[in-house]
């Protein structure tokens, strides 16, 4: 089974490209919804999160509050590292086991859509890497309108990540989501023909 890697920086289109790869055959996890899925109640990395950051972390009814908990991190650099350190294995680990899934199921190709895979240092987990790219001021405007914050903060959320520019440089293929949609799923249509090859000869 071709293990591939989907990342790029915030606002790039990895999710759009993520439900074009499934619609053409390839299983497909998110990792963000998987972080979600592991700071749930009652779920270890929830108890270490709130232990590290305090009850302000959570809602009434005992589930993370995201955005106080974004608050604190996206300003503050040591908190978003203690933040990652804990949530970040349970995410790969949960991930390793999908991956474990879909090939016990004989899968040929098994995307995992993971934003920080460059941040985490875990390329030489996948086979390939796939990123999608488009211009930080096109990534700024579209963080602005999705998510109904000012520029500034959209500003800090990209400088927390790697460069767009570098993590292009290390990957494999490129997505450039920068133009219409039907542009973008000619490049995903391409891609996913030269992984079905690949597929066929590792």
Not at 113 to 128: S, V
Request: hydrophobic share 45%.
């Amino acid at each position: 089974m071709l293990r591939v890697a989907l990342t790029g920086g915030i606002a790039t289109g990895k999710s759009y490209v993520r439900g074009r790869l499934a619609q053409l055959g390839a299983a497909t996890i998110d990792a963000d919804v998987v972080a979600r899925e592991v700071v749930a109640p009652n779920q270890p990395a929830l108890t270490a999160v709130v232990e590290r950051f305090g009850q302000g972390v959570l809602t009434p009814g005992g589930e993370l509050d995201r955005r106080a908990l974004g608050a604190l991190v996206f300003r503050d650099d040591e908190a978003r590292r203690a933040l990652e350190a804990i949530v970040h294995p349970a995410v790969y680990a949960a991930i390793a086991a999908w991956l474990a899934t879909s090939a016990a199921e004989g899968r040929t190709i098994a995307v995992a859509d993971i934003p920080l895979l460059y941040e985490t240092g875990r390329e030489g987990d996948f086979d390939r890497v796939i990123v999608t790219a488009c211009t930080p001021q096109e990534q700024v405007r579209r963080v602005v309108a999705r998510d109904q914050v000012g520029e500034q903060e959209a500003r800090q959320r990209l400088a927390a990540q790697w460069p767009i520019e570098s993590k292009a440089a290390r990957a494999d293929f490129v997505i450039d989501t920068s133009g219409s949609f039907e542009e973008t799923d000619r490049q995903v249509e391409a891609v996913y023909r030269a992984l079905v090859a690949l597929a066929g000869t590792e």
